[in-house]
């Protein structure tokens, strides 16, 4: 194993906000991504604590993270769900994922939770194929609901 999994620090967000962006532009969202470095360490290391991640690093150079934040389930309590699990491209297929993956799982039972959420773009089958050979029940009859801000704003402005 030629990188080291830890828990990420704040100094290490530009590495990981340059990894948001990498998966950004693999799933044709180049221009999607709002959030900032200061965003990151004011959210992941200021006074309330928004998410846990960890990072993989080889030669001084952040090339993989799992970024994951507590929810709850009313149907079976706490939950994590993991919002990223990101390899950077010439890191796929040595492990790291996996590594990553394992981190997750360990930190969730550390806390207790009854389960681990995520979701994955319908279209990438090797991150399908990756999670369903962990064990993971990929629910196709499921759909992804959002409403972003400019939706929200209608939707407030909708009921005065």
Same mark, same amino acid.
């Given at each position: 194993m030629d990188y080291t999994i830890r828990v990420a620090q704040r100094e290490d967000m530009k590495q990981v906000l340059h990894l948001i962006q990498?998966?950004?532009?693999?799933?044709k969202e180049d221009d999607a991504v709002e959030v900032s470095v200061q965003n990151l360490e004011e959210d992941g290391f200021g006074k309330q604590k928004l998410f846990h991640c960890f990072v993989a690093e080889k030669n001084d150079k952040i090339v993989g993270m799992a970024l994951v934040y507590p929810r709850y389930s009313t149907w079976k309590g706490p939950?994590?769900?993991?919002?990223?699990?990101?390899?950077?491209?010439?890191?796929?297929?040595?492990?790291?994922?996996t590594a990553l993956l394992n981190? #997750? #799982?360990?930190y969730g039972d550390v806390l207790g939770v009854?389960?681990?959420?995520?979701?994955?773009?319908?279209?990438?089958?090797?991150?399908?194929?990756?999670?369903?050979s962990k064990g993971a029940n990929v629910m196709r009859d499921w759909? #992804?609901?959002?409403?972003?801000?400019?939706?929200?704003?209608?939707y407030l402005s909708a009921l005065a």
């Open positions: 990498e998966l950004a532009s693999f799933e939950v994590i769900h993991l919002e990223d699990l990101i390899v950077t491209e010439e890191m796929r297929g040595s492990g790291l994922g981190e #997750v #799982v360990k009854k389960r681990i959420s995520w979701e994955v773009i319908d279209w990438n089958e090797p991150a399908i194929g990756f999670y369903e759909d #992804v609901v959002q409403l972003d801000e400019t939706g929200m704003k209608e």
